[in-house]
């Protein structure tokens, strides 16, 4: 996460208050990248912490059957046994459940990436918007004094 609270001064600082449509682009294309790359590496983790579970909740298991074959007739340390199995089940649970959790925040993070790069994106689109206005009015306005110049010459003469 670290990763990302530096993406997000980094585009801070290349980004500004200035606008600049080409950065405020770019910026936007690279927190779209940083949070596919994200996504991608949390689904990775996700999947191998899953393997991971199923292969620990396979050896419980496992091991419960074993233990109560050996101690079929010993009712004691069957109950023993089960109480085990149960508190094992439960950890691998309750594991699973962390990870879960520790998931959804940090696809959370990624969804916070993906807005910050469309809004980066619909400040670029509206400053090419502002800048092509300009670039009119501006245009006009000067074609508009050639004009009214040229008009004064041409009484003038």
């Known amino acids: ?24 682009m770019a910026a936007s294309d690279t927190l779209r990248a940083l949070a596919d790359q ?6 990775e983790y996700h999947r191998e912490v899953s393997n991971l579970d199923d292969t620990r909740e396979s ?4 091991a419960f059957v074993a233990r109560i074959k ?12 089960v109480t085990d199995f149960k508190s094992a089940l439960g950890k ?3 594991d699973r459940e962390t990870e879960w959790l520790r998931q959804s925040a940090s696809m959370e993070n990624v969804k916070t990436l ?7 994106q619909k ?11 300009m670039r009119r009015y501006l245009t006009g306005w000067i074609e508009a004094r050639r004009q009214a110049n ?7 003469e």
């Open 1 to 24: 996460m670290k990763r990302i609270a530096w993406s997000f001064m980094v585009v801070g600082l290349v980004v500004g208050c200035g606008g600049n449509a080409r950065l405020e």
């Open 38 to 43: 994200v996504a991608v590496a949390i689904d």
């Open 59 to 62: 050896a419980v298991v496992s």
């Open 70 to 81: 050996n101690d079929v007739d010993d009712e004691s340390a069957v109950e023993s046994h």
């Open 92 to 94: 691998i649970r309750t």
């Open 114 to 120: 993906r807005e910050v790069a469309a809004g980066l």
């Open 123 to 133: 400040m670029a689109i509206d400053s090419l918007t502002l800048q092509d206005e």
């Open 150 to 156: 040229k008009a004064m010459n041409s009484k003038g």
